[in-house]
């Protein structure tokens, strides 16, 4: 399986700041790279695929970059609404796996 | 707008099978390229998938559980299932299950998802 490593494991920031989460696979996963948002009793939701390209309807604020094995996520101008937790998973080969997770607080 | 819902038992008795389904609306599950996936989450943790049935009906499982769970479709009431046997307190978690486009292989929709408690 490829492992997937998140970093941090947590982060605190306040409206308004830039942030960015990182993810690092095990092994080269190419582009093959989501992301994901998960708030408080409910399901996840699609930010980002293949690495950098954003999913309809999400605000412009996220972007991602990377390829091989180490990828980024970038919020800027936080939000309210985008304190919650994210997941990576590599897309490149079944079985998927997705990191452990960053969660956003708010300081 | 496609639209998926887990149903099933909440409680299920340890070495008994679990068993869920997901009941999609707005498209068809055996239109397009996709893969209809389950995932699951133990409280507090993480993600873990745990295997896909394609629209022609293939399938690919997680080799953790490979041995214990099957996915099935349904197309008559446009659903597909999740069987996982043998299980045990480990296997408490909540079950999701989502829509994978194909290539390049994201999950884009989910549904709200299943508790089950193994006890």
């Known amino acids: 399986d490829i492992q997937m490593t998140q970093s941090p494991s947590s982060l605190s920031a306040s409206v308004g700041d830039r942030v960015t989460l990182s993810c690092r696979s095990g092994?080269?996963?190419?582009?093959?790279l989501d992301w994901y948002q998960q708030k408080p009793g409910q399901a996840p939701k699609l930010l980002i695929y293949a690495a950098s390209k954003l999913h309809r309807g999400v605000p412009s604020r996220f972007s991602g970059s990377g390829s091989g094995t180490d990828f980024t996520l970038t919020i800027t101008s936080l939000q309210p609404e985008d304190f919650a937790t994210y997941y990576c998973?590599?897309?490149?080969?079944?079985?998927?796996?997705f990191g452990q997770g960053t969660r956003l607080e708010i300081k | 707008q496609v639209q998926l819902q887990e149903s099933g038992p909440g409680l299920v008795k340890p070495s008994q099978t679990l068993s869920l389904t997901c009941t999609v609306s707005g498209g068809s599950i055996t239109s397009g390229s996709y893969y209809w996936n389950w995932i699951r989450q133990p409280a507090g943790k993480g993600l873990e998938w745990l295997g896909r049935i394609y629209t022609g009906g293939s399938t690919n499982y997680n080799p953790s559980l490979e041995s214990r769970v099957t996915i099935s479709m349904d197309t008559s009431k446009n659903q597909f299932s999740l069987h996982l046997n043998s299980v045990t307190a480990a296997d408490t978690a909540i079950y999701y299950c989502?829509?994978?486009?194909?290539?390049?292989?994201?999950?884009?929709?989910w549904g709200q998802g299943a508790q089950v408690t193994v006890s």
């Open positions: 989502a829509r994978d486009m194909g290539y390049p292989n994201y999950f884009d929709f």
């Open positions: 998973q590599q897309s490149y080969t079944t079985p998927y796996t």
């Open positions: 092994q080269s996963i190419n582009i093959y």
